[in-house]
C-alpha cells in the first residue's frame, strides 16, 4: 500500500511566524497535493504538483507556497502565517492515471495563535 | 469549474436502518466519481469509485451509482452499523487525475 508520511504531526506557532510542512511519499507517485480540512469546508485543494520542480495552483493558494524538491518530497511553507491558516493540511498522491485512488498521510495539525 | 455538492452536513440513524448521503456534481466533462472516507483521527481512505462500464462499485456493504441525468453519485447502504460512524466525502476527478475536487463532507453518526 502507497506510504505518505507527513511531520510535523503538530505544530504551534505564533502570527507572523515561518512554518515548513513536510511530505514524502514511496511509491513513485508522479502527483502529490496539500489539502486543508476545516469543518464545513471539507478537504480544499491548495497547490500540488505532477513531478519534480513542477508547482500548480489550486483552489485556496493565497498565504501559500509549496514546493517539489523530488519526485517523493513535496513542502508547504506558510512565510507569514496566520491565524486563519490554522487547520488541518492533509498531504496525498497518486499516479497520474485516470479514475485511480489518493492516498492521504496522517494529517499535520497546525494552529497558529 | 468542477464542483461537488453533498446537501447534509450532519446525518445521524439508528443501527439497522438504511443509509442514503447525497452527492451531485457539476463539471464541463464527464469526470470519475468517488466516495472517500474518514474515521475520527485517521485519514481519508478510498471507500469507492465509479467505473466505466456503468457497472455499480460495491464495499463494505456501501454502493453507489452514477446517474449522468441527474449528475449524482449517491451512497447507499442497507442497514446502518455503528462502525459507519465516520466522515464521508464525495470527490471527482476528470481526465488525469491532476486535480481531484471533494465536497464539504457528511457527518454521519450511527447511534444504538
Known amino acids: 500500500e502507497a506510504a505518505v508520511t507527513q511531520s510535523p504531526r503538530n505544530k504551534v506557532t505564533v502570527t507572523g511566524g515561518n512554518v515548513t510542512l513536510s511530505c514524502r511519499q514511496t511509491?513513485?507517485?508522479?502527483?502529490m497535493y496539500w489539502y486543508r480540512q476545516d469543518t464545513g469546508h471539507g478537504l480544499r485543494l491548495i497547490h500540488y504538483?505532477?513531478?519534480?520542480?513542477?508547482?500548480q495552483i489550486g483552489d485556496v493558494p493565497d498565504g501559500y507556497k509549496a514546493t517539489r524538491t523530488t519526485q517523493e518530497d513535496f513542502f508547504l511553507l506558510l512565510e507569514l502565517a496566520s491565524p486563519s491558516q490554522t487547520s488541518l493540511y492533509f498531504c496525498a498522491s497518486s499516479e497520474d492515471r485516470s479514475n485511480t485512488e489518493v492516498f492521504f498521510g496522517k494529517g499535520t495539525r497546525l494552529t497558529v495563535v | 469549474g468542477d464542483s461537488v455538492t453533498q446537501t447534509e452536513g450532519l446525518v445521524t440513524l439508528t443501527e439497522g436502518l438504511p443509509v442514503m448521503l447525497n452527492c451531485t456534481y457539476q463539471s464541463t466533462y464527464s469526470p470519475f466519481l468517488f466516495w472517500y472516507v474518514q474515521h475520527l483521527n485517521e485519514a481519508p481512505k478510498l471507500l469507492l469509485k465509479?467505473?466505466?462500464?456503468?457497472k455499480r462499485p460495491e464495499h463494505q456493504g456501501f454502493h453507489a451509482t452514477l446517474h449522468k441525468s441527474s449528475s449524482s453519485f449517491h451512497l447507499q447502504k442497507s442497514s446502518a452499523q455503528l462502525s459507519d460512524s465516520a466522515l464521508y466525502y464525495c470527490?471527482?476527478?476528470?481526465?488525469?487525475?491532476?486535480?481531484?475536487?471533494f465536497g464539504a463532507g457528511t457527518k454521519l453518526t450511527i447511534k444504538p
Open positions: 470527490a471527482l476527478s476528470v481526465g488525469g487525475n491532476e486535480k481531484i475536487t
Open positions: 511509491n513513485s507517485h508522479n502527483y
Open positions: 465509479s467505473f466505466t462500464d456503468n
Open positions: 504538483s505532477y513531478g519534480a520542480g513542477n508547482l
